[in-house]
C-alpha cells in the first residue's frame, strides 16, 4: 500500500505549514489566546482564505471536496503549531455533523458561513455523569406542534463560549442510556433560554458548560433522524478522534525535536548534555512512540472512510489507545529532558504537554478505548 502523499496533498502541507510558520510562533499564540474567546479572527479569517476550513465539504456545498487524509494533514499541522482556533469543533465536528447527517436546506444555510470563516460551531454533548458514554444523555428535547422544547446542561463544550451555532445531542424518548431516541439538533447560541459560562481549559483553549431552559427550536433544526441519530453521532465522533490522533502526532514531533535541540544546545560538565547516551538513548525510544503513534494515526485516518460503523470503530479505537500510550511517553520524557525550564509557563514545551494530555482525554482516554477494543476480540 502507497502512503505517500500525492503532490496536492504535499502542497497542502506545505501551504498550511508555511501559513502557521509566519504567524504562528509561540509569542503570537499568547497574544491570541488574550483576544475574546481565546483565539484570534484574524488567524481564522486567513485559514478560511486559504480554503482550509472548506476543505471536506463537496464542491457542491462551496467546499473543496477533500478526504480525511487532508483533514488529518491539516490537523497534524496545527498541532505542530499548537494553534488554539476551533477547526476542530467547527470543521470536523460541526461540520461532520452536516456533511455525514444536514438536509440540503441545513447545508444551504450554515455552510456558507462556516467556509468563509464568518461562522462557528460547537457540540454540546457532554453532560456530568456521561463521560464517554455518547449514548447517556439526560437532555431532553419534547416534541411540540411546531418543533422541539430543549432542557438540560452541556459541560466542557469547546469553543462554546464563542461558537454562533451549537450542535445539541438530546433525548427525544427512552432512557438516559437507550441507545434509541437520541436526537441532533442545531440551536442558535444566542436563543432565548441558552445560558453559557465560558472559561479557559488547562491547555489553553477555551471551552463553555452550558444550559438549556425552554429552548424552542423548529422541526427543521433536528439533523437526520430525531429518534435515532446515535449512528450519525459516532460516526462524526470517529472522525473527530481521527483528527485529534493526527493533532497529536503533530504536538509530538514538534515535542521531540524541541527536545532534541535542547539537548544539542544545554551544557553540563563542559559538554552537550545530548552527547550522553543515556540521554540519546531516550530521545531514540520518543522518536520509535512517535513513529508508532504516526502509523496508527494514519489508520484511524483510514479507517475513517470504512462503511463498516464497528471496523471503524475499532480502528479508531485501537489508534487512540497507541497514540494515548505514545503522547503520554514523549511529553512525560520531553519535560524530563528539559529538566526545570520544561515547568515554567514562559517555556513552550509544558504547552505542549498540556495539550497531549487533554487530547488524550478527549472522547475516550486509553483505558477506555483499549476495554472497547477487547470487547471488539482485538484488531485483527
Not at 489508520?299 to 497507541?322: G, L, P, W
Amino acid at each position: 500500500m502507497d502512503f505517500d502523499l500525492s503532490e496536492e496533498q504535499r502542497l497542502l502541507k506545505d501551504s498550511v505549514e508555511g501559513l502557521l510558520k509566519t504567524s504562528y510562533d509561540f509569542d503570537a499564540r499568547k497574544k491570541y489566546q488574550a483576544e475574546k474567546g481565546g483565539w484570534s479572527k484574524g488567524v481564522w479569517s486567513k485559514l478560511a482564505e486559504q480554503g482550509l476550513l472548506g476543505l471536506p465539504f463537496s464542491e457542491d456545498d462551496g467546499g473543496f471536496g477533500a478526504g480525511s487524509i487532508e483533514t488529518m494533514i491539516v490537523m497534524e499541522a496545527l498541532g505542530k503549531a499548537l494553534v488554539v482556533e476551533p477547526y476542530l469543533p467547527t470543521v470536523v465536528l460541526g461540520g461532520g455533523f452536516l456533511r455525514h447527517g444536514g438536509s440540503a436546506e441545513q447545508k444551504a444555510a450554515h455552510l456558507p458561513g462556516l467556509i468563509d470563516g464568518s461562522k462557528t460551531f460547537a457540540f454540546a454533548q457532554l453532560e456530568k455523569a456521561s463521560r464517554y458514554d455518547l449514548g447517556d444523555i439526560s437532555t431532553t428535547a419534547k416534541k411540540t406542534a411546531t418543533g422541539y422544547v430543549i432542557d438540560g446542561e452541556k459541560f466542557v463544550v469547546l469553543n462554546g463560549e464563542s461558537a454562533d451555532t451549537l450542535v445539541v445531542t438530546a433525548r427525544t424518548a427512552g432512557g438516559q442510556r437507550d441507545r434509541n431516541g437520541i436526537g441532533v439538533f442545531l440551536v442558535p447560541a444566542n436563543a432565548k433560554g441558552v445560558a453559557i459560562k465560558g472559561y479557559p481549559t488547562q491547555d489553553g483553549l477555551h471551552a463553555a458548560d452550558i444550559s438549556f431552559t425552554g429552548v424552542e427550536v423548529g422541526a427543521d433544526a433536528a439533523i437526520g433522524d430525531p429518534e435515532n441519530a446515535l449512528p450519525l453521532i459516532e460516526r462524526v465522533v470517529d472522525d473527530a478522534r481521527a483528527a485529534l490522533c493526527a493533532e497529536a502526532v503533530g504536538a509530538m514531533d514538534e515535542s521531540l525535536k524541541s527536545t532534541v535541540e535542547y539537548l544539542k544546545t544545554r551544557t553540563q560538565f563542559g559538554v552537550p548534555i545530548g552527547s550522553f547516551q543515556v540521554l540519546q538513548h531516550r530521545a531514540a525510544d520518543m522518536f520509535v512512540a512517535l513513529e508508532q503513534a504516526r502509523s496508527m494515526a494514519m489508520f484511524a485516518t483510514m479507517a475513517s472512510d470504512f462503511d463498516d460503523a464497528e471496523a471503524r470503530a475499532n480502528a479508531v479505537a485501537a489508534a487512540k489507545v497507541q497514540v494515548g500510550q505514545s503522547l503520554k511517553f514523549v511529553g512525560e520524557q520531553s519535560i524530563q529532558l528539559h529538566g526545570g525550564v520544561g515547568m515554567t509557563m514562559e517555556y513552550k514545551i509544558g504547552h505542549y504537554f498540556k495539550r497531549l494530555t487533554m487530547i488524550e482525554a478527549t472522547f475516550g482516554d486509553s483505558d477506555f478505548h483499549l476495554r472497547r477494543v477487547s470487547a471488539a476480540g482485538g484488531l485483527i
